[in-house]
């Protein structure tokens, strides 16, 4: 029998924490599963740096043994003041056998030690095959959640004895690759044709947020809070190395099909925690901006927002804008620029053709973008989907940079996304020497791969240029049904949210800037 489960809280703050805010923790006991890299090694070492007793709770006892080894070294560089050393040990815990998860638990349990913290982090990742655990469940569910369940539920009694304590669940936003109509499926969990890779982890991540969820509604009155969890854009994001190799990367590259580049502008990113609809969206009467890829999917709807206060699509939007906005001007000023970003000389040529008119330009939102299941290359022999979701949107919005400069204040959206998290760790980032074989990327790897540049890029902006009004956002619009992988077997299948939720992440910063 499991023990009885614990009130559940969500709590969300924008705020960005570092060790520094993380309070003293001497006397607390905190578990920590898959901690011997990635998230939950971090997660040790800041637990552990402000003096938690640290159990990292692993299958592979000798890699434990060595991020313990590791994280006392960084915690005496991080924290020089820290008279006594770190508390940290290992316990064997395999998620992907139930009976072996419980019995880790009960070992914990022996110890007769208090817990007050408990972070499930361990976990499958969407680029392992399929197969069954000793259990007779789909792997990534059996450890994503099964094994958690199990685990935390085992401890569950002994949580509740140290309230005040807390349970964070890892969860990921990969888990809106359900519609919600659809979400877990429990007649076909282990039927490997009925799902992809990506979705079988969209499901496990899914399960999280449901597990913690359904705590609310069975215990009260407890001080035991479960929060789930989306982590940030991945530390391979977050690489200056690599902001740095691919900036070089890309301007070689581009060197080499484009005679000139216009200078390059300052980069700032911006979180909000808000919700944001067309409503609040400032007036934008006098701006100009443009939309790549804005024919259909999240640039017809943002194209569609932006006009309000592709022919076809232009006179679609116009009358979408004169439904849904009746005080907006009678013609809304919609036109067209050629944009073909599979071509680095043609999307050079479109970037001079808007420069030829002589406007300003206020605002650029790269959403244009291919997801390919087929391995193919682009005009310029590079791989179609970096090609055109990194390469192209560099040429052209290095083009129009000293334009956009001019313009202050002004902003760039990059579109990414988070499905760059599901790059394999083994994989490093971007390897250059290696972009175009076939064989070494599937068509996610390949897609994720185009995404993690677009975030790198946009950092690699920010060591550029500064005390320039001109704000760049990299943003993840959350999974929506688009038509940017029409022949993509691995995702499109489970992606059903409406386009409209995009604004959530591309649009809120326009009102906090004034644009």
């Not at 919609?334 to 071509?343: G, M, P, T």
């Not at 070494?440 to 946009?458: C, E, H, Q």
């Not at 550029?464 to 704000?471: I, S």
């Given at each position: 029998?499991?023990?009885?489960?614990?009130?559940?809280?969500?709590?969300?703050?924008?705020?960005?924490?570092?060790?520094?805010?993380?309070?003293?923790?001497?006397?607390?006991?905190?578990?920590?599963?898959?901690?011997?890299?990635?998230?939950?090694?971090?997660?040790?070492?800041?637990?552990?740096?402000?003096?938690?007793?640290?159990?990292?709770?692993?299958?592979?006892?000798?890699?434990?043994?060595?991020?313990?080894?590791?994280?006392?070294?960084?915690?005496?560089?991080?924290?020089?003041?820290?008279?006594?050393?770190?508390?940290?040990?290992?316990?064997?815990?395999?998620?992907?056998?139930?009976?072996?998860?419980?019995?880790?638990?009960?070992?914990?349990?022996?110890?007769?030690?208090?817990?007050?913290?408990?972070?499930?982090?361990?976990?499958?990742?969407?680029?392992?095959?399929?197969?069954?655990?000793?259990?007779?469940?789909?792997?990534?569910?059996?450890?994503?959640?099964?094994?958690?369940?199990?685990?935390?539920?085992?401890?569950?009694?002994?949580?509740?004895?140290?309230?005040?304590?807390?349970?964070?669940?890892?969860?990921?936003?990969?888990?809106?690759?359900?519609?919600?109509?659809?979400?877990?499926?429990?007649?076909?969990?282990?039927?490997?044709?009925?799902?992809?890779?990506?979705?079988?982890?969209?499901?496990?991540?899914?399960?999280?947020?449901?597990?913690?969820?359904?705590?609310?509604?069975?215990?009260?009155?407890?001080?035991?809070?479960?929060?789930?969890?989306?982590?940030?854009p991945s530390a391979l994001a977050r690489d200056k190395e690599l902001q740095e190799k691919l900036w070089a990367f890309s301007e070689d590259l581009v060197r080499e099909k484009v005679k000139a580049l216009s200078q390059l502008a300052w980069w700032k990113t911006y979180f909000t925690p808000k919700r944001?609809?067309?409503?609040?969206?400032?007036?934008?009467a006098g701006k100009v901006a443009i939309v790549t890829g804005a024919n259909t999917g999240l640039g017809y709807a943002t194209a569609f927002a932006l006009a309000a206060n592709a022919e076809d699509a232009i006179e679609r939007a116009k009358a979408e804008i004169n439904t849904k906005y009746p005080c907006?001007?009678?013609?809304?000023?919609?036109?067209?620029?050629?944009?073909?970003?599979?071509?680095?000389?043609?999307?050079?040529?479109?970037?001079?053709?808007?420069?030829?008119?002589?406007?300003?330009?206020?605002?650029?939102?790269?959403?244009?973008?291919?997801?390919?299941?087929?391995?193919?290359?682009?005009?310029?022999?590079?791989?179609?989907?970096?090609?055109?979701?990194?390469?192209?949107?560099?040429?052209?919005?290095?083009?129009?940079?000293?334009?956009?400069?001019?313009?202050?204040?002004?902003?760039?959206?990059?579109?990414?996304?988070?499905?760059?998290?599901?790059?394999?760790?083994?994989?490093?980032?971007?390897?250059?020497?290696?972009?175009?074989?076939?064989?070494?990327?599937?068509?996610?790897?390949?897609?994720?791969?185009?995404?993690?540049?677009?975030?790198?890029?946009?950092?690699?902006?920010?060591?550029?240029?500064?005390?320039?009004?001109?704000?760049?956002?990299?943003?993840?619009?959350?999974?929506?049904?688009?038509?940017?992988?029409?022949?993509?077997?691995?995702?499109?299948?489970?992606?059903?949210?409406?386009?409209?939720?995009?604004?959530?992440?591309?649009?809120?910063?326009?009102?906090?800037?004034?644009?």
């Amino acid at each position: 029998m499991f023990s009885q489960l614990a009130f559940w809280k969500t709590y969300i703050t924008p705020d960005r924490y570092s060790f520094a805010h993380i309070p003293d923790l001497t006397g607390k006991v905190a578990i920590v599963t898959g901690a011997n890299q990635g998230l939950g090694y971090i997660t040790m070492v800041a637990l552990a740096g402000r003096g938690a007793h640290v159990f990292i709770a692993c299958r592979d006892l000798k890699r434990a043994r060595k991020a313990i080894e590791a994280a006392h070294v960084e915690i005496r560089q991080k924290y020089p003041y820290k008279k006594t050393p770190a508390r940290i040990e290992v316990l064997e815990l395999d998620l992907i056998d139930m009976n072996k998860a419980k019995e880790s638990a009960k070992e914990f349990l022996k110890k007769g030690l208090p817990l007050h913290i408990l972070v499930n982090n361990a976990g499958l990742q969407v680029a392992v095959p399929f197969e069954l655990s000793p259990d007779g469940n789909e792997s990534r569910f059996a450890v994503n959640h099964m094994g958690h369940f199990v685990f935390t539920t085992t401890l569950l009694d002994r949580l509740k004895d140290s309230q005040p304590s807390r349970i964070i669940n890892i969860s990921s936003i990969a888990h809106e690759a359900f519609p919600p109509s659809v979400g877990v499926d429990f007649s076909t969990l282990n039927n490997e044709s009925s799902t992809t890779d990506l979705s079988r982890y969209g499901r496990s991540k899914l399960a999280n947020v449901l597990f913690t969820k359904a705590l609310a509604r069975r215990l009260a009155n407890e001080r035991v809070y479960v929060n789930a969890v989306h982590p940030e854009p991945s530390a391979l994001a977050r690489d200056k190395e690599l902001q740095e190799k691919l900036w070089a990367f890309s301007e070689d590259l581009v060197r080499e099909k484009v005679k000139a580049l216009s200078q390059l502008a300052w980069w700032k990113t911006y979180f909000t925690p808000k919700r944001y609809s067309y409503d609040h969206i400032p007036d934008l009467a006098g701006k100009v901006a443009i939309v790549t890829g804005a024919n259909t999917g999240l640039g017809y709807a943002t194209a569609f927002a932006l006009a309000a206060n592709a022919e076809d699509a232009i006179e679609r939007a116009k009358a979408e804008i004169n439904t849904k906005y009746p005080c907006a001007p009678a013609s809304p000023q919609l036109a067209f620029l050629e944009l073909d970003l599979n071509d680095t000389n043609k999307t050079h040529q479109a970037a001079q053709e808007f420069l030829k008119k002589e406007l300003p330009l206020h605002i650029l939102v790269n959403t244009s973008g291919i997801m390919n299941s087929l391995f193919g290359l682009s005009a310029d022999g590079i791989e179609a989907q970096f090609a055109v979701n990194h390469v192209g949107h560099f040429v052209f919005t290095t083009a129009l940079l000293d334009r956009i400069k001019e313009s202050q204040p002004s902003r760039i959206v990059i579109l990414s996304y988070m499905g760059h998290e599901l790059l394999p760790t083994s994989m490093n980032g971007i390897y250059f020497d290696t972009l175009n074989p076939e064989g070494d990327y599937s068509s996610i790897n390949r897609y994720s791969r185009s995404k993690l540049a677009n975030i790198v890029f946009g950092k690699a902006l920010a060591r550029r240029l500064v005390h320039e009004k001109v704000w760049i956002n990299v943003a993840h619009p959350r999974l929506v049904a688009t038509e940017i992988g029409p022949n993509s077997k691995d995702m499109m299948d489970s992606v059903g949210y409406k386009v409209g939720r995009l604004l959530n992440a591309v649009m809120g910063v326009l009102r906090r800037r004034g644009l």
